[in-house]
């Protein structure tokens, strides 16, 4: 067993921000009875990767009329729906292991060391130890050791702030790897999640609300690779003026990127102004400015009522909403920023704008319409 199996009681705490995986996980867990269970969802699961709706098999014919899955009465297919997700969420979860592990071994590999010592080089020596003012504030704050002297339990309490900074550091460093393999191309995700409606925020959409073509966009404001793709969403707009709109949505990894959550909601308090697309742009710009004094300047520049966009920025009336889109961009089987739906079809990473080309003029096509003059 290696470092890496460390604190096997917080393991379901892995890779945080997959928060779509581990929460599906999490009501599996309750909702689970029995392991005849399980196997009637794994053919649920499996019925409905062939079934989904009227466009796919039907499920019976009764007098030479077929019965479609979207026949199903509304309460049996919520039911379904919510056992559907539940199966994916388990499956993502044990595939999530089984990938970290991998990844952990390439690593190790390319850099010439065992797993142990990429452990210690990358989490261990990232860790401080506690100070003791931590260990103080911890003990007063923890209701399982009220019972019991601070002397007699200083270096238990150590000892657990420590396990858990090396968790999280471990979280940072798997998140780092997941990211960078999926952006590179190296990792695909073909695990298919439930289908669930992609639903586009009208109030941060970009370009002709009629055109056929809607582009959702999962990103995060500090993500270096979303950074990257906002020059070829650039590119498709320009392309397709009359034919996509794009639509914003938040997935900020809060690990990786301390100030994504804040940027997040910047972004929408300068939408209450009218401003969130030049804001949107001004963010991927200075994202190395996106701490709260970063954040006020970038509201100075579009000269923004800036005791206004400080009070939202404190209010915290955006958190619930941010979550949403978080639990959506999950749901959906994103795991990483930036991604995409296009109508229907996913994108993952920082593709460059003739992957966006392709599947949009395929989908025009499908339309009947014309597609955009190369």
Known sequence: ?????????????????????????????????????????????????????????????????????????????????????????????????????????????????????????????????????????????????????????????????????????????????????????ELSILLTPPRIEIKADVSRMRGDPKAPITIVEFSDFSCPFCLKAERSISAVMAKYPD??????????????????????????CAGEQGKFWEYHDLLFARQDKQNREGLLEDARTLKLDEARFSACLSSGRYDAQIEQDIQMASRAGIVSTPGFYINDTFVNGAQPAEVFDQIIDKKLSELGQKRAAN
């Not at 969802?41 to 079934?51: E, H, I, N, S, T």
């Not at 592990?101 to 020596?125: H, N, T």
């Open 243 to 268: 034919q996509v709109k794009l639509s914003y949505r938040d997935f900020p990894l809060l690990e990786l990127h301390p100030n994504a959550q804040i940027a997040a909601v910047a972004s929408r």
């Open 1 to 185: 067993m290696t470092l890496w199996k460390l604190d096997e009681d917080r393991k379901t705490d892995r890779v945080k921000q997959l928060r779509g995986s581990i929460a599906c996980a999490t009501g599996m867990r309750r909702a689970m009875m029995a392991g005849a269970v399980c196997a009637l969802l794994a053919c649920f699961a499996a019925a409905q990767d062939k079934a989904p709706s009227q466009a796919g098999a039907p499920l019976a014919v009764l007098d030479g009329q077929p019965v479609y899955e979207d026949q199903l009465p509304a309460s049996d297919a919520a039911q379904l729906e919510r056992m559907m997700t539940q199966v994916y969420g388990v499956k993502m979860r044990a595939l999530h292991d089984v990938i970290n592990q991998k990844l952990i071994a390439a690593e190790a590999k390319k850099k010439g060391v065992s797993e142990d010592d990429l452990f210690k080089s990358e989490v261990l020596s990232k860790v401080p130890e506690p100070t003791d003012d931590e260990v103080k504030a911890s003990y007063e704050a923890r209701q399982d050791l009220k019972n019991k002297s601070f002397d007699e339990v200083k270096d238990r309490v150590r000892q657990d702030l420590k396990n858990l900074a090396i968790q999280k550091q471990q979280n940072v460093y798997i998140q780092g790897l997941w990211q960078q393999a999926l952006n590179d191309g």
